[in-house]
């Protein structure tokens, strides 16, 4: 179910995607120091948010009209989650958002090259 915002217009846009489109990407974002709820990139490279890219099947006239110059083709739909849990068998690897990696010793290592770990693999301030 679609809901929310001009059912006529918001509805008939998704449904166009999510029914008759193709799942192109899928990837879990990476990076402490993007903005968690900023436009397109930083939002889905925030780290544990996850990002679905759904392709629909002819351009969307109402992309074209709302972003004419956008990067992405028209026929491109980014929708993220910031609250997923993801797992795999017993293991834990994104808990409500949070990328569980980020206390790995050995990611925390790797990051005290950097600098200071805490520092460097500390999450953007959500606001």
């Known amino acids: 179910a679609v809901r929310g ?3 006529t217009i918001t509805k008939k846009i998704f449904q166009d995607f999510l029914l008759n489109g ?10 402490p120091k993007a903005p968690r ?6 939002g889905p490279n925030s780290v544990g948010s996850l990002h679905f890219g759904i392709n629909g099947l002819v ?14 083709p028209h026929v491109h739909a980014d929708l993220v989650c910031y609250d997923c849990t993801v797992t ?13 990696s980020l206390e790995d010793t050995k990611v925390i290592a790797v ?15 959500v606001k």
């Open 37 to 42: 709820f900023d436009i397109y990139p930083a």
């Open 59 to 72: 351009e969307s006239e109402y992309f074209k009209r709302a972003m004419p110059d956008w990067e992405e």
């Open 88 to 100: 795999a068998g017993n293991n834990v690897i994104v808990d409500g958002g949070y990328l569980m």
């Open 111 to 125: 990051a005290s090259k950097y600098g200071d770990p805490d520092e460097v693999l500390s999450l953007f301030p």
């Open 22 to 31: 193709t799942l192109e990407e899928l990837g879990c974002g990476h990076n």
């Open 5 to 7: 915002g001009n059912t």
